[in-house]
C-alpha cells in the first residue's frame, strides 16, 4: 500500500520569501511517479510538478522544484520568491507507474499556505 | 484547449435520493477518473475508466457507480444518498501512456446532501 504524509497542516509565509511544503511517501513499488498539485479556493486541482522514481535530477518547472531525497523517501516542494497568488491547500500524491494505465493516486492531507503581504 | 468541464457544479439533494455527475475531458485524453474529496477522509479514488472500460477502482460501497462514453465524457452515479456523501467530487482526465501522469483536473461537483 501506498502512504503520503504532510505534516504541516497550516503555513504562513511573508510575500518574496522561499517556502519548503513536506512530503513523505511509503511504497514498495520500485516505480512510481511524485506529484504536487495546488488546489485555490475554486477546487480545482493545478498540477504543479511531478518526479519520477528514476530521475535523476530534481524536477524544476518555474518557480516550483522539487526535492527529492529517494533514500529517505521525501519529496519536498520549493516554492521561491512567493507570491500573495500562491495562497492555496497544496497536495502531495503518489502513484504507481504500470504498463496498464493510469494507476490511482493517493494523495496526502495537504498544508495550507497562505502568504502574507 | 478547453479544460476538464464538470457538470452540475453545485447541487443539492436529500438522503435517499440518487445522483448523476458528468465530466467531460480534455479533447484527445481518453482515460477519465474520479476523485472524492471531504474534510475527514481528504482525497479518495473512485474509480478510472479508459475506452468505456472501468479499469481500476477505489473502495467504495457499490452505490457509487460510473461510466464512460464512446466520445470519452464519463459520468458518476451516487444511489440513495446519504449525509457522508457530502463531498467534493473531482474528475480529472488524462492520455493513455503518459507516464508523467499528469491529471488534468475539473473544478469539480459540490455535492451537499441533507
Known amino acids: 500500500a501506498q502512504k503520503i504524509t504532510q505534516t504541516q497542516p497550516g503555513m504562513f509565509v511573508q510575500e518574496k520569501e522561499a517556502v519548503t511544503l513536506d512530503c513523505t511517501y511509503d511504497?514498495?513499488?520500485?516505480?512510481?511517479?511524485l506529484f504536487w498539485y495546488k488546489q485555490p479556493s475554486s477546487g480545482e486541482m493545478i498540477f504543479l510538478i511531478y518526479?519520477?522514481?528514476?530521475?535523476?535530477q530534481n524536477a524544476t518547472e518555474g518557480r516550483y522544484s522539487l526535492n527529492f531525497q529517494k533514500a529517505r523517501k521525501s519529496a519536498n516542494l520549493v516554492i521561491s520568491a512567493s507570491q500573495l497568488g500562491d495562497s492555496a491547500m497544496y497536495f502531495c500524491?503518489?502513484?504507481?507507474?504500470?504498463?496498464?494505465?493510469?494507476?490511482?493516486?493517493?494523495f496526502g492531507t495537504g498544508t495550507r499556505l497562505t502568504i502574507i503581504p | 484547449k478547453a479544460g476538464v468541464t464538470q457538470t452540475p457544479r453545485y447541487l443539492i439533494k436529500t438522503r435517499g435520493q440518487q445522483v448523476t455527475l458528468s465530466c467531460s475531458p480534455i479533447?484527445?485524453?481518453?482515460?477519465v477518473s474520479w476523485y472524492q474529496q471531504t474534510p475527514g477522509q481528504g482525497l479518495q479514488f473512485l474509480f478510472e475508466y479508459f475506452s468505456e472500460t472501468q479499469r481500476n477502482k477505489g473502495n467504495f460501497p457499490g452505490r457509487f457507480s460510473g461510466r464512460q462514453f464512446s466520445n470519452s465524457r464519463s459520468e458518476m452515479n451516487v444511489s440513495t444518498l446519504e449525509l457522508g456523501d457530502s463531498a467534493l467530487y473531482l474528475c480529472?482526465?488524462?492520455?493513455?501512456?503518459?507516464?508523467?501522469?499528469?491529471?488534468?483536473f475539473g473544478e469539480g461537483s459540490r455535492l451537499t446532501v441533507l
Open positions: 480529472a482526465s488524462s492520455q493513455k501512456g503518459l507516464e508523467s501522469g499528469e491529471l488534468f
Open positions: 518526479q519520477g522514481s528514476y530521475d535523476q
Open positions: 479533447s484527445g485524453h481518453r482515460s
Open positions: 511504497t514498495s513499488d520500485p516505480s512510481y511517479g
Open positions: 500524491a503518489m502513484r504507481r507507474i504500470s504498463n496498464f494505465g493510469n494507476e490511482k493516486l493517493t
